[in-house]
């Protein structure tokens, strides 16, 4: 069982900068895949990136250009530098794993809010 802690977040203006941070414990194994989703009120839960234990990427598109993901291999961490933020960047982001390459399993942390307003 992986259980992740996340930190980070609160309260930021228009165009300011957050950084939120996510470290897994429960398996002694590489993860493959860290990430974070975040979901705002009345929507649904959306991908906002994720890193591969290999180095690859992926972005949510309204978040590509503006916010930078980042892991540790060895400390089993990962990092989400949140820049330009705009209202709608508010919600909720939850920390999210895929320990195995070949298994769907995923676990997920218990959320951190974001908000962003002036």
């Known amino acids: 069982q992986v259980q992740l802690v996340e930190s980070g977040g609160g309260l930021a203006q228009p165009g300011g900068s957050l950084s939120l941070s996510c470290s897994a414990s429960?398996?002694?194994?590489?993860?493959?895949?860290m990430g974070w989703y975040r979901q705002a009120p009345g929507k649904q839960r959306e991908l906002v990136a994720f890193?591969?234990?290999?180095?690859?990427?992926r972005y949510g598109p309204s978040v590509e250009d503006r916010f930078t993901i980042s892991r540790d291999n060895a400390k089993k961490t990962v990092l989400l530098q949140l820049n330009s933020l705009k209202p709608e960047d508010t919600g909720v982001y939850y920390c999210?794993?895929?320990?195995?390459?070949?298994?769907?399993?995923?676990?997920w942390g218990q959320g951190t809010q974001v908000t962003v307003s002036s």
């Open positions: 429960g398996t002694t194994l590489s993860i493959y895949e």
């Open positions: 890193v591969t234990s290999g180095g690859t990427t």
């Open positions: 999210n794993v895929r320990p195995l390459f070949n298994n769907p399993q995923r676990y």
